[in-house]
């Protein structure tokens, strides 16, 4: 039996019989934007999509069989990235939009599960509140940010001090040893960036201050990222993945709306 269906491959008499199954819809999420000289503009949606579907293997086949991909949700939110050429934007009242229509299409047609998995941080507050609009009763909806899966004491076996922090991990460290394992034909490895990162001040302005901002477009610097490094973080993050949708999958639905209405 098929590990996971595709939402955009199936027909609707597929959905029909997929939705009775009461299945677990995947939304992967990212951004169109630049990612240094190195990285291309589509890595945040190509991560969520390479780690989705290698969480499949550890799967038991009786989830996998329920578990449905939808088509990516790529642009998004990525004004930090404005400077550079390539990035696509959406204004976060528009992806705020977005994600309830896309939420309340699934509720719709009956979906009672999705699991937004996310690969772009500004995004995550505009997906949040677009699915608390969206969700209709009865459907339970997660977002997982797969950085929020990789535990700590891995980031500091593996980085130490050279490691910043989350908030400046754009085409750094982390997001270029992924893309070396997932997706290594895409790396520019040649163009990796070695000493550039940005002056990190204690605010933000609008616009950005142009000290700010670090000429290659990575955030933190880059050396030491690997396929291995990314390998082992890959592997944990699809730890965390399986868990999360075999959870969703197994766990009792969620009890319809009080007569007050839904205020979650």
Known sequence: ??????????????????????????????????HGPHLPLGTDYFIPLALGDRALRGIPESVGCRLVSLPPLTYTHA????????????????????????????????????AILNGHMESQAFLWEGARLGRRGGSWVTLINWWDL?????????????????????????????????????????????????????????????????????????????AEIGERIAGAICDGLIDALVNIAESPAPPSPTAKGDRS
Request: glycine share 6%; net charge negative; no cysteine.
């Open 79 to 114: 004004p930090h990235s404005n400077p550079w050429p390539g990035t696509a934007n959406l204004d976060g009242t528009t992806l705020t939009r977005v994600a309830r229509d896309l939420i309340g299409e699934l509720g719709r047609q009956g979906v009672r599960r999705i």
């Open 150 to 226: 990789v535990p700590d004491p891995l980031v500091e076996d593996l980085f130490g001090d050279a490691w910043v922090g989350w908030e400046l991990e754009h085409a750094a460290l982390v997001e270029t040893a992924l893309m070396m394992a997932l997706r290594p034909e895409l790396v520019r490895e040649e163009r990796t960036p070695r000493e550039d990162s940005p002056l990190v001040r204690p605010y933000r302005s609008l616009p950005p201050e142009a000290p700010t901002l670090p000429r290659s477009g990575s955030f933190a610097p880059t050396a030491g990222a690997s």
């Open 1 to 34: 039996m098929e590990r996971m269906k595709r939402w955009a491959e199936m027909t609707w008499t597929d959905i029909e019989s997929l939705v009775a199954e009461d299945p677990v819809a995947v939304l992967p999420t990212g951004s169109v934007e630049q």
